[in-house]
């Protein structure tokens, strides 16, 4: 019944080792978002897809970068994680024009 | 610009009675309105949306808000709170800039408090 898939729930990682977060969807959606939300504050957005179409927010840092290898999948990639990038990554789902639909998150701590 | 304002941290109330939550927005534009849930370490879950029709919008677990536009605001409420509804709510606005695709603008977010 789980339409948004975010694995793990819970990633620990070094200072400056590549993460690699999981996002899959079984909703069709064409579009995928990934957003960094950090001690209850709003979500940021990082990017989205639409269909194979990457889009990066102008702030993102260069150290994220995201792929969608189909209509199901995206992951997020970080690819030298700093204390600052401690957070809940969350991914998200939508039609073009529809609600966005959210997984569970992924809460990775940097140690 | 477009934003969205939560004017409130935190809004209290005792189990079994009314709850609003408060959102005013500034789009270009028409607005599309969305309220989202979030409880503790999980992910946003939808409540309900504003697209067009009526002002008044019913959504999932007794949720409810009404678009004012000449107050720009789209207010969440419940008649009759529960504990159970005590969490993070965020109001998010999508973004009129955003090429057609629904990029959202969230406000800081209003945590629900619900006594017993």
């Known amino acids: 019944d789980a339409m948004v898939i975010q694995n793990p729930r819970y990633q620990v990682t070094q200072f400056g080792k590549p993460v690699t977060l999981s996002c899959s969807q079984t909703l069709n959606h064409n579009v995928m978002y990934w957003y960094q939300q950090k001690s209850s504050q709003a979500p940021k957005l990082l990017f989205h897809?639409?269909?194979?179409?990457?889009?990066n927010e102008a702030d993102t840092p260069d150290n994220f970068q995201s792929r969608r290898p189909n209509t199901s999948f995206c992951f997020l990639d970080i690819r030298s994680p700093g204390l600052g990038d401690a957070a809940m990554y969350l991914c998200?789902?939508?039609?073009?024009?529809?609600?966005?639909?959210f997984g569970q998150g992924t809460r990775l701590t940097v140690v | 610009a477009q934003s969205v304002a939560q004017p409130e941290d935190q809004v209290n109330v005792a189990e079994g009675n009314p709850l609003t939550v408060k959102c005013t927005y500034s789009?270009?534009?028409?607005?599309?309105l969305f309220w989202y849930v979030q409880y503790p370490n999980r992910g946003l879950q939808f409540l309900l949306k504003?697209?067009?029709?009526?002002?008044l919008v019913k959504g999932s677990y007794g949720f409810e808000a009404e678009f004012n536009k000449s107050q720009t605001s789209f207010h969440l409420k419940k008649p009759s709170a529960l504990v159970s509804d005590s969490a993070l709510y965020f109001c998010?606005?999508?973004?009129?800039?955003?090429?057609?695709?629904?990029?959202?603008?969230f406000g800081a977010g209003t945590r629900l408090a619900v006594h017993p």
């Open positions: 998010a606005v999508r973004d009129g800039d955003s090429g057609g695709y629904n990029k959202l603008i």
């Open positions: 789009v270009s534009g028409n607005p599309y």
């Open positions: 998200a789902t939508s039609r073009l024009t529809g609600e966005a639909f």
């Open positions: 504003y697209i067009t029709g009526d002002n």
């Open positions: 897809y639409y269909d194979k179409d990457f889009n």
